[in-house]
């Protein structure tokens, strides 16, 4: 069992490139969603998904792209990279969107770095 | 405005000791509160959670206190081990069962467990 696969697990972007993180997971979760983690910050909220063809705003939405064509892929993407989305990402699911008794499983991360 | 404070953001304990780690809060709507676990280069793994109904939850060696009054919760490791050593987030959220995009993370205490 798989569980959330992110790829890649490491990227150099220049500023203004684009690039797509890709996010999978095998669990048939409804739920998917992308954080970020910054030093000195929580996890912050990106983009979320309740279902295959169904995306909403997080809290730092901005400059971030989703699409979710897919109950298992939920991809993230970055339309024109900035310094300032340099940082870790995860990407989440769950079975569903509530919280309680319903365990978030986390993808091992991405490393960005945009110069 | 960090809604949840770890104010400390690194710990040091010797193992077969007891870890305190600490978690403030400042919005007093917040019901539902839940641990996480990070080892580096992995994502985070859920440890433990409490309703604001209870004031206290036990897992095996891990423990959480609720104390309402002065919004603060605090995760009890006994006896603490060097498998422990991870980073450990505190999340809260608004209205038992409320949607995980409304998941609040705090900035992460890293504890270091000394054999």
């Known amino acids: 069992n798989a569980g959330v696969t992110q790829t890649p697990k490491f990227q150099v972007l220049k500023t203004g490139q684009s690039m797509t993180l890709q996010c999978a997971q095998d669990m048939n979760h409804e739920y998917m969603s992308w954080y970020r983690q910054d030093p000195g910050m929580g996890l912050r909220l990106i983009h979320y998904?309740?279902?295959?063809?169904?995306?909403d705003q997080g809290e730092v939405p901005n400059g971030y792209n989703v699409s979710r064509s897919t109950t298992e892929d939920f991809p993230l993407r970055l339309l024109s990279a900035a310094p300032s989305q340099t940082s870790v990402y995860f990407c989440a699911s769950s079975l569903s969107a509530g919280v309680a008794g319903n365990t978030i499983y986390f993808g091992e991360g991405s490393w960005l770095t945009v110069v | 405005d960090q809604q949840v404070k770890q104010n400390s953001p690194s710990l040091s304990v010797q193992e077969g000791r007891i870890s305190i780690l600490n978690c403030d809060y400042t919005n007093s709507m917040f019901d539902y509160f839940l641990w996480y676990k990070k080892y580096p280069a992995e994502g985070p793994t859920f440890l433990i959670s409490i309703s604001s109904i209870k004031d206290k939850n036990e897992d095996g060696r891990f423990t959480v206190f609720l104390n309402k009054s002065a919004k603060h919760l605090s995760l009890h490791i006994v006896p603490s081990q060097p498998g422990d050593s991870a980073v450990y987030f505190c999340?809260?959220?608004?209205?038992?069962?409320?949607?995980?995009?409304?998941?609040?993370f705090g900035t992460g205490t890293l504890l270091a467990v000394q054999p």
């Open positions: 998904s309740v279902g295959a063809g169904i995306t």
């Open positions: 999340a809260a959220i608004m209205n038992y069962g409320g949607a995980t995009n409304k998941l609040i």
